[in-house]
């Protein structure tokens, strides 16, 4: 159920919401940026629960936004999976 209301609010998800996290989390985007992730996500059918899918996202935001924001966003989801007791899930 968590996981589907999880994938639900990814898929859902805006470039202006996306923007928002990034800029609360210090990771750099541009707005063209968040969009290419999103339809990226949404084309490939991320499932952030699956380690592979994961590893496939960060690696398209490497090659296409940069490898340092690339590793933020991976601390960033482990820190924030621990924070409310996720990291289980993943």
Same mark, same amino acid.
């Given at each position: 159920?968590?996981?589907?209301?999880?994938?639900? $609010?990814?898929?859902?998800?805006?470039?202006?919401?996306?923007?928002?996290?990034?800029?609360?989390?210090?990771?750099?985007?541009?707005?063209?940026?968040?969009?290419?992730?999103?339809?990226?996500?949404?084309?490939?059918?991320?499932?952030?629960?699956?380690?592979?899918?994961?590893? $496939?996202?960060?690696?398209?935001?490497?090659?296409?936004?940069?490898?340092?924001?690339?590793?933020?966003?991976?601390?960033?989801?482990?820190?924030?999976?621990?924070?409310?007791?996720?990291?289980?899930?993943?």
């Amino acid at each position: 159920m968590l996981k589907h209301l999880i994938r639900t $609010k990814l898929y859902a998800s805006t470039p202006d919401e996306l923007m928002k996290y990034s800029k609360q989390y210090g990771i750099s985007l541009t707005r063209q940026q968040a969009n290419q992730l999103l339809q990226f996500i949404k084309k490939e059918s991320i499932d952030p629960f699956s380690k592979q899918d994961r590893s $496939k996202t960060y690696q398209y935001v490497e090659q296409h936004i940069g490898r340092q924001e690339a590793q933020q966003a991976e601390r960033l989801l482990n820190q924030l999976a621990k924070q409310y007791n996720l990291d289980h899930l993943l």
